[in-house]
């Protein structure tokens, strides 16, 4: 947990995954429309439609590809934003329009559903990815106060388990309930309820965090977060962990067991939040 300075950024000038996904972003998007316009226009021919949607793919993609390339720095600011999920939220509207419209669009709409789907999918990897260079660039030579690793105590992994299981059980129930009454806003909410449950629960494993003045960074093995100090209320010490306080978020709470010195990670939150 000693002290240590954060890495320069890589020179990301170059960052061709975040441009192909961008592109591919807006390909699964962008072609429904345009293969609907040459449904409506041109012909309904099987072969015009195929070529028509690789066409726009592969063009709409290329765009994104080379408008993310010129414009640099678009990455860092919608990581800067909470606006940065809703490129994995439009696309679920995107998808439910296309699945009301199937009786009336035919394979385009079922084309919509599944760019929205997929659109959906690219959309959330873009949104961790932006925060990830975001905390890149906050951290660029920061002084490092405090490194370790933790995750929540026993108890409270116990506790919060016991509601994402309810939260799964609770999603897994109105996904078959919509399947096999045709509702497709409860499918679409069990869908959505799934991912939010286990997405809860993995939150209580351990992670490794770094304290800085830029605030408190989380590391995933493909990701990182950095969350300003600001954000937190305070802090707390129980039996069994240090607790981080935030109004209406889960708490971010590190297991006194997995720390080496839990007095130094106490002082060094204490630096930033105040006594508690």
């Known amino acids: 947990m000693s002290p240590s300075t954060a890495p320069l950024t890589s020179d990301r000038s170059g ?3 975040w441009s192909l996904l ?3 972003y807006l390909g699964l998007l962008g072609t429904p429309p345009l293969v609907f ?6 012909a309904t ?3 015009v439609l195929y070529g028509a949607a690789i066409a726009s793919a592969t063009a709409l993609t290329s765009l994104g590809w080379w408008a993310t390339a010129h414009w640099k720095g678009t990455a860092v600011r919608l990581g800067a934003s909470r606006a940065r999920w809703l490129t994995a939220a439009i696309p679920v509207a995107y998808a439910l329009g296309g699945f009301a419209s199937l009786s009336a669009t035919g ?3 079922a084309l919509a559903v599944f760019g929205g789907l997929g659109a959906m999918a690219v959309g959330f990897a873009l949104g961790v990815m ?3 260079r975001y905390t890149d660039e906050q951290l660029n030579g920061v002084d490092i106060g405090c490194e370790f690793r933790a995750g929540w105590p026993a108890a409270g992994r116990r506790r919060l388990g016991f509601v994402a299981a309810a939260v799964v059980a609770a999603a897994m129930a109105s996904f078959l309930v919509g ?3 045709d509702r497709v806003l409860l499918q679409t909410a069990g869908q959505l309820l799934l991912p939010l449950g286990l997405v809860a629960y993995t939150s209580t494993d351990a992670r490794d965090y770094t304290l800085s003045p830029a605030g408190l960074e989380q590391r995933l093995p493909v990701a990182r977060q950095l969350t300003p100090w600001d954000a937190f ?6 039996d069994d962990a240090l607790v981080l306080h935030r109004q209406w978020r889960i708490d971010t709470r590190f297991a006194l067991a997995d720390l080496d010195d839990p007095d130094a990670v106490e002082a060094a939150i204490e630096t930033h939040l105040g006594p508690r």
């Not at 209320?233 to 129980?238: I, S």
Request: glycine share 10%; aromatic share 6%; net charge negative.
């Open 130 to 132: 932006a925060r990830t």
């Open 107 to 109: 394979a385009v709409g």
């Open 45 to 47: 021919d099987a072969a």
């Open 22 to 24: 961008v592109g591919l």
């Open 15 to 17: 960052d061709p995954l």
């Open 179 to 181: 399947v096999f009454s």
């Open 37 to 42: 316009s040459v449904a409506r226009l041109v």
């Open 233 to 238: 209320d305070g802090y707390t010490c129980t």
